[in-house]
């Protein structure tokens, strides 16, 4: 009965690793892509046969992060490890050199892989958008090969523009981050495609209407956005920004700050009203009691609240 059991648990582990095993999959895939080395025709031969013998539709997401990063990714943006080294490939974006031919080399493994396996289409734009998430846990060079190959993907229209979308993400923009990838990625595109297709495509996508949006919280001025666009010689989204704000009605947003004990010492609020990115007037009202005021306790039992709210209107 015993000797049942454990042939009973032993069966039920190997089914659930049939039902998902990424690993599984990544050391197929990796083994393959080894033999190949850095031909990448004999690269895109061994995905297109693969495809017949490994889950390409259960593991489409392992199988992008592995063709872009080397190995699967984890939150973050790190490759998962096995012991103390990362578990890896060199047959990647990110260990290709970043000329636009080595770059457009590669995009042919996508166009052949995703023309073999249509599936994969849809599955490749939930991973770029889970991917751009994770730039910050990637080097500068891994950045500078993503954005040049998100350009060409999103050019031959294997993503759609508002991926870039997801990089309006505070731990992005902030450090500046979001801003020259978005940037890196412009200038590709227009050297590849040309302004007018670049242009077309930022308008449909809605992408027009965003761009202040890409640049860090506390940069966010016209002057800081002109500056850093002409230097990448991105000349046309200024002017297509200026017109874009001419468009439309002024927007003017309202932060209004609470600050507790350690704020000023009568528990005042502080009101400041931005307009383009930029700060016109401030004012510090007296404190009143609400009760959506956030309360939280400190180290020493004193309480103290601190909250920020963002109103906008039209005028």
């Known amino acids: 009965m015993i000797t049942f059991l454990k042939c009973y648990i032993i069966s039920l582990i190997s089914d659930e690793k049939e039902k998902y095993d990424p690993t599984g999959f990544r050391d197929a895939i990796l083994l393959g892509l080894n033999k190949a080395g850095n031909d990448l025709d004999a690269v895109s031969k061994f995905l297109d ?25 984890v939150p973050g943006g790190s490759i998962a490890q096995e012991g103390d080294k990362p578990c890896k490939t060199t047959a990647c974006v990110f260990e290709a050199p970043e000329d636009m031919d080595s770059m457009h080399n590669f995009e042919q493994v996508f166009i052949k892989l995703m023309r073999r396996y249509k599936y994969l289409e849809k599955m490749f734009e939930d991973e770029m958008k889970k991917i751009l998430v994770f730039i910050k846990g990637f080097s500068e060079q891994e950045r500078i090969k993503l954005a040049r190959m998100t350009a060409l993907w999103i050019s031959n229209g294997s993503i759609p523009p508002n991926v870039l979308l997801v990089l309006i993400n505070e731990h992005l923009t902030k450090d500046n981050l979001a801003l020259e990838f978005l940037m890196e990625v412009f200038v590709t595109w227009k050297m590849e495609k040309g302004l007018a297709s670049m242009m077309t495509a930022l308008k449909k996508s809605g992408i027009e209407g965003r761009l202040m949006e890409f640049v860090p919280l506390n940069k966010r001025t016209e002057d800081n956005f002109r500056s850093a666009f002409e230097e990448r010689g991105l000349v046309d989204i200024v002017k297509l920004h200026k017109a874009q704000g001419g468009n439309k009605r002024g927007k003017q947003n309202i932060v209004e700050h ?17 307009k383009s990115g930029e700060a016109t007037r401030t004012y510090f009202l007296p404190h009143v009691a609400t009760s ?17 709210r963002l109103h906008s209107f039209q005028f």
Request: aromatic share 12%.
């Open 49 to 73: 046969s693969a495809g017949s013998k490994l889950d390409y539709r259960r593991y489409g997401e392992a199988l992008f992060d592995i063709l872009i990063a080397g190995g699967l990714l």
């Open 258 to 274: 609470r600050h507790g004990p350690e704020g000023r010492g009568d528990n005042s609020r502080k009101r400041t009203y931005y």
């Open 292 to 308: 959506t005021s956030l309360y939280s306790q400190d180290a020493l039992g004193g309480s103290a609240f601190s909250s920020t």
